[in-house]
C-alpha cells in the first residue's frame, strides 16, 4: 500500500459520509437561519436577521440552560472529585480497573432508561412517600429544578470523574511522600501538590459535562415535567411541533455560538492557569 | 477508610436507580409500593406487544447495519488516514472533533432539515426521470435510512478514534518485516495488520451498536414515521410509568451491558504484548 492513492480511496467513504451527513447538514442549519418561514414551516430564501433578533422569545430556555448547565457542571465536579481522588490514590491496584470500568458503563448505557429510574424514585411512590412514613408530608420532587439538577448529577458523574481520574493517576505520586517528608499536613499537601496537578483534568471533565448539558433535553423533559425548559426542549418543540424551521435553526445556532464562546473562554483562563489541557478517551 | 464510604455512597448513587428499575420489572404488582412477589408477567407483556417487538427489531436493524458500515468506513480511514499529514489530516480531524463534541439534538436537527430539503428536490427529479418501464419512481423519505446514516457518521467518527489509538500504538518492526520478508501489501495487511488492529475494530462495532440502539434524540428527529425502542419507551413514558417499560428497560440494560463488557474486554487486550504465532 504504498501509493497515496489507495490511502485516498481508504478515506473517501468517510470523507463523503462527513460531509454529507454532517458539514452540509450544519450548513443548511446557518443558511436557514437567515431565511423567512414558509407558510407550512419550510424554508423561503431571504437574508435577514428578523429570527435572531426573535430569539429573547425564548430566553426562558437559554436562562434555564445557563443556569442549570454550570450549576449541574459545578455539582458534579465536587461530587466527582473525592471519587477520582479515591480511585487514582487511595483504591488498591486490584480492585482499581474493577472499579473504573464500573464509572464507564453507566455512561454508555441507555441515559433515557437511566433518567427513567428517576422518575420512578422522585415521583409520588418514591422518595415523596418514604418521607411520609416517617412523618415530613407534602414534599414534592418531580418536575421541579432539583429533580433536573439531580438527573443532570447522575446522567454526567462518570463524565466527570475519569478525567481528574486520569490527571490524578498520572502525576508523580513522590510528589506526595516528598510533600509530607517535609512536614506538610495533608490539607496543604493537597492544596498545593494534588489540586494544582489535576487542573487539567478539571477543566476536561467541565467542559465535556458543560457541552454536552447545553444540548440537554431528556432529562428536563422527563424530571422537569415542561416546567423546568433547556433550549434541547425549544428545539424538540420548534422543529417537530409548531415547525418553525427558520426560527429554530436560528436557536439551534445561537446555542452551538454560546458553546463555542464559552468553552473557547473558559478553554483560555484554563490554558493561563495550567499551560495545558487533558486529552481523554472515554472508552 | 471516610474515602471509602464515600466512594460506596457514590457507587450506590450510580447503580441503585438501575438496581430499582430491574427489581421492579419482576414484581407482580403493578406499583413499585405494592410488592406482589417475583413474577415474569411483564417481560411476558412486552414479548407479545406487537408494537414493542415491532420497536426492538427496528433498533437492531438499524443498530447492526450502523455498527457494520461505521466499523468498516472508520477502520478505512483511521487506516488511510496514517500516511497523510497536511491539511487533508487537520480538516479531516476537525470534522471527526466536531462530528464527536457537537450536541446530538444539533446533529438531528441539521440532518432532519438538510434530508427533507434535498428530498424535497430530488423527489420530482427522479419522478420525471425514472424510466416508465421501471414502474413508479421510488420516494425518497425519512425513516430507517436516514437513520441509519445520521448514526454511521456519528459512530464512524467514534471508530477512527478508537482504531486510530490502537494503529499509534502498534508494533511497526512487524509491518517492515513482513514487507522485508516479500509479503505482498495485500498480506501484511491481512496477516500483520489487521491481526493486530482487530480487538479495537471489534471494540468499536460494540460501541457503535451499543450508541445506536441507546439513541434516542438523533432518532427522534431523523426516525420519520420509523419507531425505535427509545422512542417507544419514551412515548410510553410519556403516557404514564408502567411495569412494562420497566421490563424493557431491563432488556436494553442487559443487552448494553454485555455488549459494554466485551468493548472493555477486547480493549483491555492491547495492554498485553502482541504474540506473534509461528506456523
Known amino acids: 500500500m504504498k501509493s497515496g492513492w489507495a490511502h485516498r480511496l481508504l478515506l473517501l467513504p468517510a470523507a463523503l459520509w462527513l460531509l454529507v451527513m454532517l458539514v452540509l447538514p450544519l450548513l443548511v442549519v446557518f443558511v436557514f437561519s437567515f431565511g423567512e418561514r414558509a407558510p407550512a414551516g419550510g424554508y423561503i430564501p431571504a437574508f435577514s436577521f428578523d429570527n435572531y433578533l426573535n430569539l429573547p422569545a425564548r430566553l426562558t430556555a437559554f436562562k434555564n440552560t445557563l443556569i442549570l448547565a454550570p450549576l449541574g457542571t459545578l455539582a458534579a465536579l465536587l461530587i466527582a472529585y473525592p471519587l477520582a481522588y479515591y480511585l487514582a490514590i487511595k483504591a488498591s491496584a486490584k480492585i482499581r480497573t474493577t472499579l473504573l470500568v464500573m464509572i464507564i458503563v453507566p455512561f454508555w448505557t441507555s441515559i433515557l432508561i437511566r433518567t427513567y429510574a428517576w422518575i420512578y424514585i422522585l415521583g409520588g411512590r418514591g422518595i415523596p412517600q418514604l418521607l411520609e412514613w416517617i412523618g415530613i408530608e407534602g414534599v414534592r420532587l418531580i418536575n421541579t429544578p432539583y429533580a433536573v439538577l439531580i438527573g443532570i448529577i447522575y446522567g454526567y458523574l462518570p463524565l466527570m470523574v475519569f478525567p481528574i481520574y486520569v490527571s490524578l493517576e498520572k502525576f508523580d505520586k513522590r510528589l506526595l511522600e516528598a510533600s509530607e517528608d517535609l512536614g506538610a499536613p495533608p490539607l496543604k499537601t493537597f492544596r498545593d501538590v494534588t489540586l494544582p496537578l489535576s487542573i487539567p483534568g478539571i477543566a476536561t471533565g467541565c467542559m465535556l459535562v458543560f457541552i454536552l448539558l447545553m444540548g440537554e433535553f431528556l432529562i428536563p423533559a422527563l424530571l422537569g415535567g415542561g416546567k423546568v425548559f433547556f433550549v434541547g426542549n425549544a428545539l424538540v418543540d420548534l422543529f417537530l411541533q409548531s415547525r418553525n424551521w427558520t426560527y429554530g435553526s436560528a436557536v439551534a445556532a445561537a446555542l452551538v455560538i454560546i458553546m463555542l464562546v464559552t468553552v473557547s473562554i473558559y478553554m483560555k483562563l484554563i490554558m493561563r492557569g495550567a499551560g495545558q489541557r487533558e486529552d481523554v478517551s472515554l472508552i | ?279
Open chain 2, 1 to 279: 477508610m471516610g474515602m471509602r464510604i464515600y466512594a460506596i455512597v457514590i457507587y450506590l448513587f450510580l447503580y441503585l436507580p438501575i438496581g430499582i428499575i430491574v427489581l421492579f420489572s419482576f414484581n407482580a404488582g403493578r406499583h413499585a409500593s405494592d410488592f406482589h412477589g417475583f413474577s415474569v408477567k411483564w417481560y411476558g407483556k412486552v414479548l407479545s406487544n406487537p408494537f414493542a417487538m415491532d420497536a426492538l427489531a427496528t433498533s437492531v436493524t438499524v443498530a447492526f447495519v450502523t455498527a457494520l458500515l461505521a466499523s468498516i468506513f472508520g477502520t478505512m480511514a483511521a487506516l488511510g488516514l496514517q500516511q497523510f499529514k497536511g491539511r487533508l489530516r487537520v480538516l479531516f480531524d476537525a470534522a471527526i472533533y466536531i462530528a464527536i463534541m457537537i450536541p446530538g439534538i444539533v446533529i438531528g436537527i441539521a440532518t432532519l432539515i438538510a434530508l427533507v430539503t434535498a428530498f424535497g428536490y430530488l423527489n420530482p427529479a427522479l419522478a420525471a426521470t425514472w424510466p416508465e418501464w421501471l414502474g413508479d419512481a421510488p420516494q425518497l423519505k425519512m425513516g430507517r435510512l436516514s437513520l441509519i446514516a445520521a448514526h454511521t457518521m456519528f459512530t464512524m467518527a467514534l471508530v477512527i478514534v478508537i482504531v486510530r489509538a490502537r494503529i499509534d500504538g502498534m508494533d511497526r518492526t512487524l509491518i517492515e518485516a513482513s514487507a522485508d520478508l516479500y509479503a505482498t501489501p495485500m498480506g501484511t495487511f491481512w496477516q500483520v495488520t489487521l491481526p493486530q488492529i482487530f480487538p479495537a475494530v471489534l471494540a468499536g462495532f460494540l460501541l457503535s451498536f451499543t450508541f445506536s440502539f441507546d439513541d434516542f434524540i438523533i432518532a427522534f428527529f431523523v426516525a420519520g414515521s420509523e419507531t425505535t425502542l427509545p422512542i417507544y419507551v419514551f412515548s410510553s413514558i410519556r403516557r404514564g410509568v408502567t411495569p412494562e417499560i420497566n421490563a424493557i428497560g431491563t432488556m436494553v440494560l442487559a443487552v448494553s451491558l454485555s455488549l459494554l463488557i466485551a468493548a472493555q474486554i477486547m480493549l483491555r487486550r492491547r495492554d498485553r504484548p502482541t504474540r506473534v504465532e509461528s506456523q
